[in-house]
C-alpha cells in the first residue's frame, strides 16, 4: 500500500464519474502531451485553463514520454490541471523505467508522486520504443507489458488508484499485418470491418490476433482495470462493434471512445498510415480532395468529426475523448456543432500552433512524426 498519505487536494475517481447517472449533454474528457520548451509549457498551461473550463472538460490526460522521458514535466502538467480545479487521469508507461538499478522503482515512485499530489487517476500502458530506437524492448526484472502495472498498482496501492487502460477497436498495430492477394479475398465478415488500405496495401489485424487482443483485455480487467479508451478511429461502425466484442467477452465496464482531431492532411496521412487506421473510403476520397487547403482541412475536420461524434451519441455513448494534439480550434469546432458548447469556435486561439507543433515532442512515436509532419504545413 502506499506509504505517505495525500496532502493536497484529493481528485475523485473517473470511473465513479462515469458511473453516475449523466445529466444533460454529453461530457468530453481532453488528452494533452508535454512540450519540449519552457515556453511551450506556458503556452500549455494557459491552453489547459482555457479548454478544461469551456468545455466543462470530465477529466484530462496527460501523456508520459516513453522510458520516463517526460516523467517530472507529466506529472506536473497533471498536476497543474488538478489544482486547477480540474481531474488528472496521468499516463504511466512500466517499461524502462529504472532507478537506481531498480527497475521497478521508477513506476513506484512516479505513482507515489500522483498519490501525494492528490491525483488518483492513471492511464496504465506498457509504452513505447525509446526515442530513437525502432523497436520495442523489454528491461531485465521489469515489466513487460500494461497487464503487468495494472497488477502492480492493485498489489501496492489496492483503490487509491482508479486506473484506465488501452483498447484497439481494429486490433494493435504490431497484431496488424499486410494482406497478399488471396488473404484479401478470403476474408472473413469481421476481417472485412476492420481491414484497411494505405498505398495501396492492405491490412488487418487477422481474427485468430483480434481474440489475443480481446483475450488480453479482459485480462487487463479482470486484473483489476476500471475502464478502457480506444485508440484512435474514423469510423463509428468499428467502435460499435469493439464494444459488442467487448460484452461478448465478458468486458462490462465502460468503454470511452478516443477522437483524433483532423486538423491537417499531412499529418492525418502520416498518422493513419502509421496506426494502420482504418479510413472510410468516402473520407479518403474527401480529404485528398482538399489536400492543399488547410482551412478547409480543418472545416471538414469539425464537420466530419461531429458527423462521427453524434453517431457514437445516438449510440449511448456518455463522454467523448479527443486528442487534442495540443490544440483548440477543431475541439471547439466539433463541441460547437455538438451543442455541448456554444460560441467557442470564435474563441479559439492558435497563433502559437506552429511554435507548438516544432517544439512539441512527446514520447508515443506516432505522434512524434506527425509533428515534423504537420510543421511542413
Partial sequence: MCSATATNAVDPKIIDLLNKDPEGLAHVSLEYFPPRTEQGVKNLHARMERMLTNTKCLYTDMTWGAGGSTAELSLELALHAQKTGHVSNLHLTCTNMEKDGDPIKGVHDALQAAFDGGIRNIVALRGDPQEGENEWTATKGGFTCALDLVKYIRKEFGDDFGVSVAGYPEGHPNRISELTEDEVKSMSESELSRCCTHDGIAYVCKDDDYKKEMDYLKEKVDAGADFIITQMFFDAEVFKIFVEDCRTWGINCPVVPGLMCINAYPGFKKMTKFCKTRVPKALEEKMDSMK????????????????????????????????????EKVVYGITDELGITSGLTEQSNESDAKIWLLLVVPGLGQVTQLSAVLVKE
Fill in 292 to 327: 492543399d487547403d488547410a482551412d478547409a482541412i480543418k472545416k471538414f475536420g469539425v464537420e466530419y468529426g461531429a458527423e462521427v461524434c453524434r453517431t457514437l451519441l445516438d449510440s449511448g455513448v456518455k463522454i467523448l475523448h479527443f486528442y487534442t494534439l495540443n490544440l
